[in-house]
């Protein structure tokens, strides 16, 4: 079945950086543009990156880009997410998914403080 594990998350200080990434199983990854989302506690789901396939097409919404960007390797069926500069309001659990598989991860922890 559709595994996504995603790991990297951790405490950083505002304006650090970090990487986490997101490994798949169970499905042919080549074939499916990946997203990252996050959602911050009481707060609504946010989509912050979309890579495509073929071709790595990128996508990133305006409250992250330039500081956040999205890659993937389809042979070792992994996404990852880079993040800089990052903000307290970047504090989220951060999920990948596969939307055209209804498929999401567990989450990984991003907290930005001082």
């Known amino acids: 079945q559709v595994r996504l594990v995603e790991s990297g998350g951790r405490m950083v200080q505002p304006g650090g950086s970090l990487r986490i990434s997101c490994a798949a199983s169970?499905?042919?990854?080549?074939?499916?543009?990946i997203m990252w989302y996050r959602q911050a506690s009481g707060k609504e789901r946010e989509m912050v990156a979309q890579?495509?396939?073929?071709?790595?097409?990128?996508f990133y919404p305006d409250s992250v880009k330039g500081r956040f960007s999205i890659s993937r390797d389809n042979t070792q069926y992994t996404v990852s997410l880079r993040v800089n500069s990052l903000k307290p309001e970047d504090t989220a659990v951060y999920y990948c998914?596969?939307?055209?598989?209804?498929?999401w991860g567990q989450g990984t922890q991003v907290t930005v403080s001082a």
């Open positions: 998914g596969v939307p055209m598989r209804s498929a």
């Open positions: 169970g499905f042919d990854f080549r074939r499916y543009a």
């Open positions: 890579i495509t396939t073929p071709g790595a097409t990128t």
